[in-house]
């Protein structure tokens, strides 16, 4: 199981987010739709406009003194768990200071990300192209993503991390030289972190697996474990 970077793949991997874009375009009506105004404005969108704003003018997510004034806007007893999509928009930010922008870049962004991560993760397992293409593409469109967006819950649009998760899973459980490599370990452990910046609706299914995963790593490799202990 390895993924091999060549003209063949890369190609392959721009007409998928090329697809992507063209569906995106006629779907969204790019082409009438102005990007400077809200494409949702409804649920997470809402609150991950405000901390956004929080950090440009306070340099803090959770306070905002030009809100609800003269009492200003403390959230300190509001935890947010998804950090991963804070990242994400906080990164976009150091290029634009258009609040709307990057919110609408962000939801765009994500659909090129689920498709690529899942092509990456069909292709580690030597699955031809074209079907990679394809499923890269209905991943990227699936309804669980259409109804977040339109229900305004776009903290859990970006599940690119899904495939990562299943191929860290499958080379626990499947490659007996796994341990031996370094690179591997490093592997999970960069993924992993991914993991835990998620936001609490996936990390506590994936810890869930991920547990069942390592159990049975060590039942089949109990020996090997003992003789070199």
Known sequence: MK???NKKNILSLLLLNLLVFLIIYFRYDLKSANIFLPLIFEGDVVLFM????????????????NLSYPFD??????????????????TLSLFSNDLILNVNLMVLLSFFLNSSFMYIFLRAFSFNNFICVVFGLYYAF????????????FTLIYYFIEPLFFLVLFRICFFENYRRTYSRYIFII????????SGLYYVFF??????????????????DIYRSL
């Open 73 to 90: 806007s403390p959230q300190y007893h509001f935890p947010i768990f998804e950090h991963l999509p804070k990242i994400i928009l906080i």
């Open 142 to 153: 699936l309804p669980y993503a259409l109804i977040r967006i339109g229900g305004g819950h």
């Open 3 to 5: 993924l091999q970077i």
């Open 190 to 197: 960069l993924i992993c972190i991914i993991f835990a910046l």
């Open 50 to 65: 405000n901390l956004l704003k929080n950090l440009a003018i306070n340099f803090s997510e959770y306070f905002n003194g």
């Open 206 to 223: 994936k810890l869930a697996i991920l547990s069942f995963a390592l159990f049975y790593y060590l039942i089949k490799n109990e020996k």
